[in-house]
């Protein structure tokens, strides 16, 4: 193998820049794995079908499978390793822990992420709504029901945070 | 499931994107979504010599009105046709079936251009553009040509495009007042890829009665259906359950040999095409009632 | 029947699992994330073919290129690793890499390991094979026939088991019948397919002759021995290390051709080496499909509706290899008269080996089918004699007092009310609503059914099942133990060890919580970790439904152990007498007397590291360790009229679902489902409640979407995902799932396992739901996945013989 048969790549990962050098057959999802060790995120089939690599990349739901990890150069990347802060649980993390949307845990990290991106979209999704917008998402363990209540219970949590954050006095 | 080697190369403009092409050879690929090509190369079924990415070629995405219809870039996202007002407020027809493309995470990424110069027949868009009467422009280093949907679509993954050619833009005719569209489609699962699917658009004239409809379906046959026979039926009629229910006996009729896999046999995407024809055609109308009301 | 659960402080609390907050911050370590140094990685090239000889191969290209450091065909990986351990008596030998011919499509031909995995696959494209196809047999009916090509030739047929079961009088039970009930039926070829395909990392040492083996294996420590003819390692010298596990569903019991191949490669390398499978792999050559069954079922039923023997013959597809022998069909003989009190059964059953990946377990294990043939039959006999659904099930039920009850095949239920379950999922499911609505859609052409099922989930399986089907005196395995070793350390901090993996439950809360419970501490404050075989107690491993009791046996056994000793060293302390203490809260104290106490923390150190200060004839150190055994089973009789006690802790579940049925498109939607189940005593409600959700998806699953199809040259048309279609979160309505607990009078606590009874009865209740929406066309439904097009098919059908008859 040469060395000019690698491309090289600066992303963003979780904030943190990279600069690195990989072949272009390599996809995001084995950059993510093997080069920057973010092993969180998972690979379930390598062929777009199972939604459990599925990371942010500029705040977008994207399948790390199906990206080269050249294209991701002069990107931001989120990966599940991201959504906790200082340690502490990301709400989202809190209410699928509470609500025992995980069974063995190899698709939650894609669940997580695509619940991250719905909420940023719609803070307060219905049950079809949360249901068709993780159905790219496959889950062998859970039948999706805690999945959804999750969601929910997190969204609802969310909007509190929110609410409270806003001035008082805003609203007449 | 790993791709096999290939040389990558990320042009920022048309130009140089056909020069690479050029240059590269035959066993060049283009990169655009790359949501059908990258399970193709990590399934090792594709092993191009070199991928050129079009992904930074920002001259490639851009939606734009023109003359009551749309031009719209060959990189424009799925999930952008899906939420951009103004393809909303002149082709709603697009929008409704970009939707079906998969899942959101792959909508980021899958792009116009790359679904119609992939011309899978299971996909909805190519069947969009020949409801829609669009036109493709070709780019190549050489120039330019424009090819109707009617014409660019050969066989299963395969259409007018010649080595060299870029697929560059997509020109969408407006539609007449009174006019009403829909797109509806039959999966296994949500998001999974039609069993059949119909793009319809029905134009009402003064007197309520069909004035053009337009029928294209996707998944029954080995490349995107234009339902003619089926458009001729409908033309003069009143919009009415008769009217569908002829319409869907026409397309029935007008499907040779659909394709059949483990998820549908031929004679089930028939079936289907006819059901779906029927009802498409009827929440086409309602809508084309609707936009005048 | 109730528990004294409000005594409890922790049992049956809706607990936060302890092993989530890892797994969702993703630094759980998977298989696939682990690494080592030097490692290398292997891929794995497979058969193109479903049968066909091995005349040569040339891997001098692959060898050739950068990168790789092993090129093995089967012949070469036969020199240092031997078969595929198997449990069958019959001489159907499997290697993981295979030798001279291959006998399905997806069969492992040549390995390699490379640097990286890519260049691994590099090297498979450059292998150049020399294959004489042969013709392939690729369902069991033509490998049945004469002169049909042979899958093991040295088997002179492909029908590798054949045997009638006969428990008790099932010719005069059929003799004394108003009715016989009669269906063929088809049960469909499914995978578990978790979303992480099986792994292993193995390490050889050749100085000491001993291999590090890192695997998502759930049976640790009988794999530890059963592995060690294949490596050819003495078991002693190899250690395996539980990893987390991204689900199983019995696909993941011993992972033998996985680690076989990292084995063989770490073997002629010197270096580790990580053989990991993709989804290709999984999905072509899991060798843990599920049963494909052609079953004649036959129900003698009284002119009232009483049911009084069953018989059965079925024609079982096993695919090419036979390693757990026909466990799929034994398995369902521990429920196999369901709740109902036939008297007599029969079963009749041929395994025939054909060109596809092999069948060994997945949820349910062949207990799934058994319930669908019976619940079929039982939907069959209401419809023919009149009778409704749920009043027929009604007049066959065992009665709570008829407990343990002994069933034909000499299993024993335990406990059970299972007229007090349908009443709970009648009362919440709201019958007669949904009748009145049905009748309203179809005024309005639209087709509303309702289905039920009300059938058995065992749970806690003895190894006798593994060979009672041999006809020869009773003298295989007979134990199924789990172990776990408590520890207070001497700053008082309790230590779980477990010995089994984590592979989706939750052995980590179950311990935490039942070791809270009898040591009166909080849950939180509990460790739980795991051990390698190398220091391991005995252990069998998570299946068959055994978890839950088995730790909470375990648990319970060494707390009590551990306790013994905190007593003595307390009563030591305090000048007390054992008898008078009581362990409240962490506390060790005089009854009455709560100023007079010591802490845990004050006992432990006492036990470490204040020998001098302890009772003269207790050891340092303070741990319990205890092995559970099964708590319930007995040897068959040598002539297998009766197969002894094997699956006796018996939970049971009624569904009711409703649905709508789209006749001219034939999709499917869910109105309502309702699931009760009764698992004995609840541990942790929400986790029981996900099991069980997750267990129904999958059961719709196999209802509606799943099939392994392979086409008629034994390709394998399902080898992604794009094609093996798992339910997605829109494909699954939300459940409403309720308890009954009725607790198992030989367990701790009471519990019974829970974790396969979703899957074991969704199946039966959906497809009752959808035959009753298609009864205006008199439509029976006899086969599965239920998919849209076959609806639009029997619809028509049924059309056009109606218009047949009207002309």
Redesign the interface.
Known sequence: MMEDDFIPVRVSVNGVPHRLFVEPRRTLLDMLREDLELTGTNAGCEHGSCGACTVLLDGQSVRACLLLAVQANGHEVMTVEGLALHGRMHPLQEAFWEKQGLQCGFCTPGMLMTAYELLQQNPDPGEEEIRSALSGNLCRCTGYQHIVEAIRLAAQRLREEAEAATPSGTTA | ????????F?PHTITEAAQLLDEQGDEARL?AG??SL??L????LARPSA?I?L?EIQALAFIHPRNGGLVLGALTRD?TLERDPLVAARQPLLAEAAHYV?????R??STLGGSLAHADPAAELPAVMLALDAAFTLQSSTGSRTVAAAAFFKGPFQTALQHGEILTEVHLPGLPPRSGSAFLE?A??????ALAGVAAVICLAEDGTIAQARLALCSVAPTPLQAIAAETVLRGRHPDNAAWQAAAEAVVDELKEPPAD????AE?RR??AG??TRRALARAAQRAERSHS | MTTTVSERAWIGKDLKRREDPALLMGTVTYINDFKIAGMLHAAVLRSPYAHARIRAIDTSAARALPGVQAVLTGKEAAEVIGPVPAFCAEPVVEHAIAVEKVRYAGEAVVAVAAESRAIAEDALDLVEIDWEPLPAVTDALSAMQPGAPLVHENLGTNVVYDHVFTFGDVDGDFAQADHVIRRRLRWPRATAAPLEPNGAVCAYDPARDTMEIWSNTNMLNSASWVMSSMLKIPPHKLNFYPMYTGGSFGSKHFLAKVIGIAGALTKVTGRPVKFMEDRLDNLMANDSQGPERIYDAELAVTKDGQFLSLRLRTIDDYGAYFIFAITGNTNMMAQITGPYTIRSVETGIKAVLTNKNQQTVFRGAGSDVGNWVLERLVDAAAEQLGIDRVEIRRRNFIQPDQFPYKIPTGNVYDSGNYPGVLNLALEHFDLDAWRQEQARARQEGRYLGIGLATAQQRSTYSSTEFWFHNPAPATGLNSTPESVRISVGPTGGVTVTMFSPFWGNSPETVAAQVVAEELGIDPRDVNVTYDSTAHALPSAGPGGSRMTVMLAGAVHGAAARLKEKIFKIAAHMLEASVSDLELVGGQVRVKGVPSSSVSLADIGMRAYWFKLDLPPELESGLEGTFTYDHPYTTKPHDDRKDLGVFYPIMGHAAHLVAVEVDIETGAVLFKKYVAVHDVGTVLNPRSLQGQIRGGIAQGIGLALLEEVRYGPDGQNLTSTFVDYLLPSASDVPAIEVYHQETPSPFTAYGVKGGGEGGRMVAPPAVTSAIEDALRPFGVSIDEMPITPEKIVRWVKEAQSRRQGQSN
């Not at chain 2, 296994?188 to 890829?193: I, L, N, S, T, V």
Request: hydrophobic share 40%; charged share 20%.
């Open positions: 499931m790993k791709p096999a080697r290939f040389r990558y990320a990169l790359g949501q990258l399970p190369l990590n399934l090792r991928l990415d992904n999930a998969g899942h959101l995470a792959i980021h990424r039959f296994r699962r949500e998001g999974d890829y483990i998820h549908g046999s089930y079936h289907l059901v779906l």
